[in-house]
């Protein structure tokens, strides 16, 4: 059973950077593909990054390619999400989840188990 805790948010000004960290409990991470999505006020969910199982496929979308780096760490368990050169529209709560596939690079959608979000502000 996978069990996802994020942590890492907080208040940061524009510019700054952000380390989202997302943890399983459960133990069951390594065949699992990690996303990270956000919601932002009065928006629908969006799809932020994933890394596949392996850790060697990875995808972004688009308003964060090039800013927030995803990668995985299998001796602990956790996902991370590096964040650079903030803006205030990155503003919201990011929620991590994860999907049992072993696809090279894992889609957007069909994410299983999801953890409690983690907000992060970023001033102007």
């Known amino acids: 059973q996978v069990q996802l805790v994020e942590s890492g948010g907080g208040l940061v000004q524009a510019g700054g950077s952000l380390r989202l960290s997302c943890a399983d409990s459960?133990?069951?991470?390594?065949?699992?593909?990690i996303g990270w999505f956000r919601q932002r006020p009065g928006k629908a969910r969006e799809f932020v990054a994933t890394i596949s199982f392996s850790g060697g496929g990875t995808d972004y979308g688009d308003s964060v390619r090039g800013r927030f780096t995803i990668s995985r760490d299998y001796a602990k368990n956790t996902v991370y999400l590096q964040m650079n050169s903030l803006k205030p529209e990155d503003t919201a709560v990011y929620y991590c989840?994860?999907?049992?596939?072993?696809?090279?690079?894992?889609?957007?959608?069909?994410?299983?188990?999801w953890g409690q979000g983690t907000q992060v502000t970023v001033s102007s």
């Open positions: 989840a994860a999907k049992r596939t072993y696809a090279v690079v894992p889609g957007r959608m069909g994410y299983e188990h």
């Open positions: 459960g133990r069951a991470f390594g065949n699992h593909a």
